[in-house]
């Protein structure tokens, strides 16, 4: 829980507080007194009498009432003095830099947990152990450095790692990011990531408060929490960036389904984040760029130019771009553009990027950034490449830069690469309140990652065309936990709305041969009771005749393991994949991509956290690699993605009402003339 007192104390005792700055007592003393801390300010230290400047007390009983203590003493002194301050003292709030709890023993594990039930008996916040502390405009109560340039419209950060929150903010600072508040968790015993959230959420104020939140985590305790009070901020109007470390190690798990071993813990934190609106970062330096492009204003499209005094940079930079899905739009024949020529130094281009070259002048910028602003409808956005050629200063050119960036409406991303022969300029423009990417394809890849983000949207139960108590007398009446049988996979199927093929299910010869007669050949056979049929021989296409149904009936009866032979009408169409998966914490994650043999080998699958609305869906189809097959690519027909979507919309409807679904797999859903229809579905229960 997190309360006034640990966000402004009107007081705050370093326990443990020292005049030797390189320990943690110390330096944190040293960064209260130079943040110009306004409240009252006690230190305990039985070693010394005088810390800093400040009275040193030998005990914490001998200390007046404190709203935050900072705790930075050996972990076996911890417990005996919380104890103290909590109950005597009155503190409503503390911050333990001390390690050697949960992180390294069982007993220092519940050693933590006794902390954990003192303090909250009595009322207080408790952030830590084994953090660096906490840092806003109030008080600077951490011990280490870097400390930011401090502002209530910069960043929130909050990081499950000390030594990691430190790095990104050395990133941060070089890009020139301001932050609002730093909040380092540490073993998260009380005050968890999510309670942060859920403070900034539950008291978020648009005029006050700071709409750029950046996130390290290392463990999702509460998956509903971060999903609820992120994407809420998100509506509010704030960014959100992160970055989820640790999600590679169950990659590999041995699975019985195509869903089962590609729907991981990854696939479910990029399932989380979609759905919540979080731009998802995989380093340091990448969450700090896309932090850096937040604070610009916003892009409302995708269409940017590229102004440039070196032309090497710029080709990378429209490559970077491209690749991710912006566009670089031809100004190639656009009657402004050679009217802009004609502003420019002879040998200049236009063609977008457009290129003042190396000797253009600050007053060639200038111009190319207003035809870019005022006279260019296809412009959204405008990247400013401009280094130093080593010859002459370029203070000039970046004041141009600052004033464009404060008066234009569409969004100026500065590139100013000459961070050792221009340091001086690069460091007076930033400080006029900048951020700069000295990397453009670092900028490319943030824009990248925030355009492919969808928006959260209200979780709305799509229910239509599901009928739910049908659900539930189906699953009800499953007998046992496993891979339930065709029949009642189909019956699932006709009450979720979900299109599938008829078939039969029968080890009986004579049913087989009356039900071919019926649907017509060509026909599908496929074996009953093996877990993947394809490893067994157990699929056979395109069966034309009687004759060589029986044979084919004859030979699947007798795998190892078959207990029956399905039956299916042939269809043509394009293969697609849908599955699901139960991830602990989490709920079910929702895969769709391309189906057939090769989902697993390609692994372009896209994911989403049930339930998903019909937006959610056609947005994890878009996103697939494969999406051109969807629109009709080299002359082709294309898919219904509405189709698609309504059928992932369906499925995840679904499980949200049958839990008891731990694994499924449509493999394929067939695209054909006649709309898409699942051929071949496996579902696992636990009941």
């Keep these: 829980m997190v309360n006034q007192e640990l966000i402004q104390p009107k007081s705050i005792v370093v326990v443990g507080g020292s005049n030797t700055t390189s320990k943690p007592g110390g330096n944190c003393v040293r960064n209260l007194i130079n943040g110009r801390y306004e409240g009252e300010l006690y230190v305990v230290n039985p070693k010394e009498t005088e810390v800093q400047g400040l009275k040193s007390y030998n005990h914490v009983s001998q200390i007046p009432p404190t709203d935050l203590a900072i705790i930075a003493i050996p972990a076996h002194l911890c417990l005996e003095a919380i ?39 009595s009322g207080a916040s408790l952030l830590g152990p084994n953090c660096i502390g ?9 011990f280490t450095l870097p400390i930011p340039e401090m502002d209530p419209m910069g960043v929130d950060m909050v990081s499950s790692s000390g030594g990691t929150c430190i790095f990104i903010m050395e990133s941060s600072i070089r890009m020139g990011l301001r932050f609002n508040s730093v909040w380092s968790i540490g073993n998260g015993a009380q005050i968890t990531v999510e309670d942060v959230l859920e403070y900034m959420d539950l008291n978020f104020n648009p005029e006050t408060d700071s709409k750029i939140k950046l996130l390290y985590i290392e463990s999702i305790k509460d998956p509903d929490k971060l ?31 195509h869903t089962g071993a590609m729907a991981n813990p990854d696939l479910a934190v990029e399932a989380l984040f979609r759905k919540a609106g979080i731009v998802r970062c995989f380093s340091r330096e990448e969450l700090a760029t896309v932090g850096a492009v937040f604070t610009l204003k916003e892009l409302k499209g995708k269409n940017i130019a590229i102004v440039t005094h070196a032309g090497g940079p710029a080709v990378i930079l429209t490559d970077a771009l491209a690749k991710g899905g912006m566009e670089i739009p031809s100004l190639i024949g656009n009657p402004v553009a050679e009217d802009l020529k004609k502003k420019l130094l002879p040998g200049s281009a236009v063609s977008n990027p457009i290129d003042i070259l190396g000797t253009g002048e600050p007053k060639h910028l200038a111009t190319a950034i207003d035809y870019c602003e005022q006279k260019l409808d296809n412009v959204d956005g405008i990247a400013v490449i401009f280094g130093s050629p080593g010859l002459t200063r370029v203070y000039e050119a970046y004041d141009v830069l ?62 239509k065309g599901v009928d739910i108590p049908s659900v539930r007398r189906i699953i009800d009446r499953i007998p046992e936990s496993g891979y339930i049988a065709p029949k009642y996979v189909q019956e699932l199927f006709k009450v979720a709305g979900i299109p599938m093929v008829e078939e039969l299910v029968s ?89 057939g043999i090769f989902v697993e080998i390609f692994k372009d699958v896209a994911s989403g956290l049930a339930p998903l609305a019909t937006e959610e869906a056609l947005s994890m189809i878009r996103s697939l690699r494969g999406y051109k097959v969807f629109t009709g690519a080299r002359g082709q027909k294309g898919i219904d993605e509405h189709q698609f979507a309504k059928i992932i919309v369906h499925l995840s409807v679904l499980l949200r009402f049958a839990t008891e679904i731990k694994e499924l797999d449509i493999n394929p859903l067939l695209a054909t003339e006649k709309g898409i229809i699942a051929v071949d579905a496996r579902v696992r229960v636990e009941k």
């Design 134 to 142: 906490l840092l806003n405009r109030y008080h600077h109560s951490l």
């Design 402 to 463: 600052d004033q464009k960036m404060k008066t234009c409406s569409k969004p100026i991303y500065p590139i100013l690469p000459s961070v050792s022969t221009a340091w001086d300029e690069t460091d007076f423009f930033v400080k006029k309140g900048h951020v700069n990417f000295s990397d453009e394809v670092g900028l490319a890849n943030a824009l990248t990652l925030k355009l492919k983000t969808p928006r959260p949207l209200t979780n709305n139960l799509e229910l």
């Design 83 to 121: 104890t103290v301050l909590a109950q005597e003292k009155g503190v409503k709030a503390f911050i333990m830099f001390t390690a050697g709890f949960g992180e390294e023993t069982k007993e220092g594990g519940d050693l933590e947990k006794e902390i954990v039930r003192i303090v909250t008996e």
């Design 227 to 257: 999903l609820e009070h992120t994407s809420s901020l998100i509506r509010k109007g704030c960014r959100i960036a992160a970055i989820k470390s640790g999600t590679s190690e169950s990659g590999s798990r041995a699975a019985s389904s």
């Design 507 to 595: 080890s009986n010869w004579k049913e087989v041969k009356a039900f071919a007669a019926k649907a017509g050949f060509p026909v599908v056979a496929k074996v009953v009771g093996p877990v993947h049929k394809s490893d067994v021989g157990g699929v056979v296409l395109n069966i034309r005749s009687e004759k060589h149904l029986q044979i084919e009936f004859e030979r699947l009866i007798q795998i190892p393991d078959a207990t029956a032979v399905m039956i299916q009408p042939m269809l043509q169409g394009i293969e697609l994949f849908a599955g699901a998966k139960y991830e602990e914490k989490f709920g079910h994650i929702v895969l769709c991509g391309l189906g």
